[in-house]
Structure formats: structure tokens, C-alpha cells
């Protein structure tokens, strides 16, 4: 890409992630005085980008315009990205592109939900809405989707279900050393293995929770990144790729080839290949996902994700930490934050402010995908 | 911007506007097909992003995906990006940052919205996700907002309800000769001065209709331009801006400030001035809207506006043409599409191609608004 913008993360902000009295915005607000601890002085920000599904939680799609306003940014260019729960990654792409193009110096990306408001009917059916029709009509819930994918992969490779707990077992383990984690605490493989079916083989304990929370990092160009006294983490490539909307229509359940796209261009773009990836935050939206993830970006063949469940390959101090912040999983899952919130892990990581589970990397990689894998959003960083 | 890419529009297309019987996707594959005839071949295809507010009315928010599939373009980037009815040009404009970052080379921009299934009640109600809370709590419609911008701007400028229904009045005759237009025929001063109130002052006939639709634009590098059998449209400015959520909030309820801003912008990085203008598509969702636009984008002064339709200056044949598609108001209002529905008239107007209604123009603007006017994107674009 010569000739273009080398585009940089110069900061991050996330508020707590958790069951939170607040409002979105307000909750975007917490993220941002973060970044504004940092030292980054707010004028500086040119545009701003929110990835969030707010239409049936907050009632709220003017959401570009909202944050601008309540974070004294009007009449800055603001809008709002969107595919469920890739939003977050998509905001950040999207702020990648503004100022790799030129367009503008300095972009904030930003990601945000507020789900503890509603029921689990009024959430499911919200996700439902990333499916397509003849799975809506057919019933079909996301866990579902996942639980199906869980049980062809178990069929299809003799993983169990003590394999899949052993994700949750870790990235609880990993988010009882993050403060900002909705479940600061570890499990056993006892409780995960025992807690109440979600959709067999799946329980309450391979799925992500309903959350609420804020993340955002501020993207910006070399002209602008000199100036400012935070560290700068390189965006060596942002890229997204997209698969069927139903999982029927796929030739293999437990391949999900669009973060195997997104990831080999990214690859590719970045110069780089799986073995120099030293930390990643993956979509474990349900714990089968991280597993299929291993796969998907070259960390494990195929088939063989699970081992390295096993050997604790992934484990901070393994041979490639994967969710140090504690994943969706324990970290928590607030839709349209999501993809943000893992790329405030990394630049932590990068920077070496991951207190008490730094991992001392200077390569990440992060997988953000939404609708069942249907869309998919890889970012690489280095320092 | 010398350094950067020069992004070209390379064609367009556009369903017929109106009550359909098909889905969303339908109407985008009609538009498409539209497109294909103009000799563009889809393989170039690189990235799609896809203008609609979908989750009410469709129970779809994995737009950008489900477009791909349906079009045959997976597994290629695709979202969605949205500010209610600034969505289309949101996509233009995303599709233009792809480009112009060099991160692709050829992006179609999609708009669409498949209102008519849904009952005007949730219509409304999927709007107000578009205002402010407080204005939401209070029970503003989005009619009963420009009703009260219209009224204090018949009180300051001494406009009249006629000048108001004149803009409809033109707009109706500009769309009869609009095959692709929802309403095909023309209206008179009076038909629209006795049309049943909707929100006083404005009367049905001051309104957009519920349509739906889809629009399109295939955004290319210079690079790949040259390749391309279609006449070529240089995008000189593409530009967005924000006000406040809550036109309370506002200075000045007449000047919509967020247009304002995103046209100077927009001229200034064009390097053109109002008067350089050859025709214009603008976001008369409410007759009142085009007045107030004249103004924002300086085709007359503060107060002004209303002037232009009362001369005529407007008119097909006037001294600036102004929605010679019949506008939101006579070629119909698909959310998602409008922006792009403005896209595909200049496209046709600048290539000559807008058969009984040509106004031999060269250089035309576009201004697309969202959240009465909390949101705008101009693209300014010449041949």
C-alpha cells in the first residue's frame, strides 16, 4: 500500500463492562474520559463512528449524532455501522478507512450497547434479526445456531464438552485479573459442565452474557499521531469479509469461512503469518466459536482447535494467549462494544498497561464477526 | 487532497419507486440489474455498504451481508451504515473512503427500504427512533417537528402555505416525466392546499410519501475507471456534518445548520462556489425542507428561499434546477434509498441520460439529510 497513510491507534477508552444503571451514551461518555486521561486533547477529532444495534434497545438510530452531541463533538462528520455484533470492529474499519484515505486526521471509533433494559425474549428477538428469514420463521435462536455447529464439530472431531467448558474455565480465569470485566471471578469445569442446558450440548456457561457497556479507540494519521503523548499501535490491516446469513447454506457447520478470508487478507496485507501473532481477542460469543476461531486464523489445523484447549496453548503464558481480557465470555458481551472492547485489550497489551495478565506481545490480532459468523472483521496491530 | 486517489462514480441503478410487492433485497437485485446493463461487470466488486433502517421494518440487521449473498458478491466486505434517512448517502459516502483509501478499488454503495408492509403507526414510531429522547417522551412525530419549523419560518420571512405547496407543486410536475417515480402525475396548487392537515401548517401534499425502493452506485479508482464502458462522474466532495438531536436545542429552527456545515465543507474541498451549481437533488421529506435547504446550501439568502419557488428559479429550465427526479415528495421516500435515489438522478443528469427532463448540467449537488436535519451528507460531483 505505498504511497498511502500508515493509520495508527493513539488511544482507548472503556467503561465497566456489567448490568449498568446508565444509558448508552452515558456509558460512551465513561469510555471516553479514559481517552481523555490519556492526554488526548478532544479537538484534535475529526469524525466518529458508533457500531451499535440500538433500534430495539435503546429505541435510538440517530447514534452518530447522539454521541457527537453529548460528547461536545457536533458538528463533526458521526454515523452509525452496523452488523449485530461485528458493529464495534465495523466502527473501527470504518474510522481506518477516514483517515487512510485522507479524509481526516483524527477518528474515533466507537462501540456501545445498552441490553440489561430489556427481557431475554426482547434480546433474543433482537439477535434474531441477523439471521436470515427462513431461520427467523423457523424458530431457529442463535444459541441454537451455535449448539448445532457445537454438536457437527463434537461429531466431527471427538471434542467434548468438557473441551468447550475448558474456554469458559480460562477466559474467566483471565477476566478475575480484570477490573473492567463484568464476571471478575474464575469457574471450575464443574459449574460450567453443570449449569443449566442454553441449548445441548451448550449451558449457561458457554454463552456470553447480556451486557452493558462502552469501548472506543481513536484512529489516527502519522501527521497527527507525532503530537500526542500516547502510545502509537499500528494498524497493519483492517479487513472484512462476509459468508451465507443461514449456516444451512454452508458446506461445513464448523469452518467459518469468513474469518478465514478476513484473516487471510489480513495476513497477507500485514506481512505477517499466524506464528508471528503473540495475543488475539476472538468472538467466543458461545465457547465453540473461540475453538472454530483457533482454526479459522492458522493457530491450530483444522480439526484440532480443541487441543489446544488441552495443552492450555491459549492460556495467559501459553504459546498464544487468546482472550486475555476474558473474552466475551467473562469480559462480558455488550452487542455493538464488543469489537471495540477486544481492541482496548490489545492496545493495553501492546502498550504493556494490561496489569496483573500482560502478556508482553507486540503483534495482535483481533476477530470480531457477527450473525453466526456471516460477517467478520479482522484487525492486525503491532508496536 | 493531491496524493490521493480521484474517486469517480462509474453507474448507477434504481428500482421503480412506489408500493412493491417484493422484499427489500428484491428491489436492491432490480437495481443491480440495472447497473450490469450499463456493461459493469460484477466481478470488479470489492466491498458493498448498504443505507437502511431495516430492523423495524425488514427484522433484518445483517443488511450488508444478505445483499452480498443475494447478489452473488460473498465473500466480499459488506455493512451497514445508517443515520435514518441520510443512510443512502452514508453509504455513498463510506464507499467513497473505501476508494480513496486505496483499501479497494470498485465499492457499491446500496440504498434501500421496504416501508408499505409495515402500518403508518409503526412507520411513525420507527421514525421517532430518530429523535431525541425528550422529543420521543413528548410524542414529537417527525411531521410535528417540521410543522413547527415551518410555521416560525413563515413568521419570520413572511412565507406563505401557497409557497410551501409550490414546491410540491414543482416537484410533481418534475416527476411525471419520471418513469421511475412514485407519483408519476402532476398536482395543482390548489389539490395541495386542500389536502387533508397532517400537522399544521403542513398538509399531506407537503409530505413525502411511504415508498419503497432501492438505489445504487458503483464507486471506482481512477485505476479501474479507465477500464469501464460508462460514463465517468468525478465525486470532487463528500461531506458530513451533525446538530443537535433535538431541534430545541437549536439557535435558529429555520437554518439547518448541520447542512450548512457539510456543504461549506464540501465547496471548499471542491473548490466551487454555489453559483457554480448546474442542478441539485436535495431532502425535501417536507416541502418546508427545500426552502430551508436553498438557503443552507446558498443557491439563495437567509429568508430567500422561498423566493425561488415563487420566480420559478427552481423549475426544470430555471436558473438552478432542483429535484428534477420529483424529490422525496413525488419520486417517493424509501428510507434507506433516497440518498442514493439523489445519487442516481445526478448521475443521469451529468451523463445526459434523464430523458424528458435533462437539464444539460455539469456540476451538481446532492444534500440528504437524517433526524430532521441532525445528520447531513452533501456530495458535490461533476462530469
Known amino acids: 500500500m505505498s504511497g498511502y497513510m500508515v493509520v495508527f491507534l493513539a488511544g482507548v477508552g472503556m467503561s465497566r463492562i456489567g448490568k449498568r444503571a446508565e444509558a448508552g ?11 481523555l486521561e490519556m492526554g488526548i486533547p478532544p479537538e484534535i477529532i475529526d469524525a466518529l463512528y458508533v457500531g451499535v ?12 449524532t447522539l454521541v457527537a452531541e453529548r460528547l461536545g463533538l457536533l458538528p463533526k462528520e458521526a454515523y452509525r455501522v452496523e452488523a449485530c455484533a461485528a458493529a464495534g470492529a465495523l466502527a473501527l474499519h470504518t474510522a481506518y478507512l477516514a ?7 483524527a477518528a474515533l471509533a466507537v462501540g456501545v450497547e445498552k441490553m440489561t433494559a430489556r427481557s431475554t425474549e426482547e434480546v433474543t428477538d433482537a439477535l434474531m434479526a441477523a439471521s436470515d428469514y427462513i431461520d427467523q420463521m423457523s424458530g431457529v435462536t442463535i444459541p441454537a445456531h451455535y449448539a448445532m455447529i457445537a454438536r457437527r464439530y463434537m461429531y466431527q472431531y471427538g471434542a467434548t464438552e ?17 477490573p473492567k470485566a463484568h464476571f471478575q471471578r474464575k469457574i471450575t469445569l464443574e459449574e460450567c459442565l453443570k449449569s443449566r ?35 502509537l499501535v499500528e494498524i497493519a490491516a483492517s479487513e472484512v469479509a462476509t459468508d451465507t446469513l443461514s449456516i444451512s447454506q454452508r458446506p461445513d457447520l464448523t469452518y467459518p469461512r469468513a474469518v478465514a478470508e478476513a484473516a487471510r487478507r489480513a495476513y497477507e496485507k500485514a506481512g505477517v503469518t499466524p506464528k508471528d501473532i503473540e495475543v488475539a481477542e476472538v468472538h ?11 482454526e479459522a486464523v492458522g493457530f491450530a489445523e483444522r480439526g484440532g482447535g480443541y ?3 488441552r495443552e492450555g496453548a491459549t492460556k495467559i503464558g501459553g504459546r498464544i494467549p487468546v482472550n486475555p481480557s476474558g473474552g466475551l465470555k467473562a469480559r462480558g458481551h ?17 502498550a504493556g498497561w494490561a496489569h496483573g495478565r500482560n502478556t508482553g506481545a507486540r503483534v495482535a490480532l483481533a476477530v470480531n464477526e457477527g450473525g453466526v459468523n456471516s460477517a467478520a472483521v479482522v484487525h492486525m496491530m503491532r508496536i
Chains 1, 2 share one sequence.
Open 25 to 35: 451514551w452515558e456509558l460512551v461518555a465513561e469510555a471516553f474520559n479514559e481517552l
Open 53 to 64: 444495534q440500538s433500534e430495539t434497545y435503546e429505541h435510538q438510530i440517530m447514534y452518530g
Open 99 to 105: 483517515v487512510k484515505s485522507g479524509h481526516v486526521d
Open 162 to 178: 468438557e473441551d468447550l467448558c475448558m474456554v469458559a474455565v480460562k477466559n474467566h480465569e483471565h477476566a478475575a485479573a480484570n
Open 197 to 231: 442446558p442454553i441449548a445441548t450440548p451448550l449451558k449457561l456457561y458457554d454463552a456470553a452474557p447480556i451486557s452493558d457497556g462502552a469501548a472506543l479507540a481513536l484512529v489516527v494519521s502519522e501527521k497527527i499521531a507525532k503530537k500526542l503523548p500516547t502510545p
Open 284 to 294: 467466543d460469543a458461545f465457547t465453540i466459536n473461540e475453538v472454530l476461531i483457533y
Open 307 to 309: 487441543r489446544l484447549i
Open 334 to 350: 455488550p452487542i455493538g462494544a464488543t469489537g471495540l472492547a477486544q481492541v482496548y485489550e490489545l492496545y493495553l497489551q501492546l
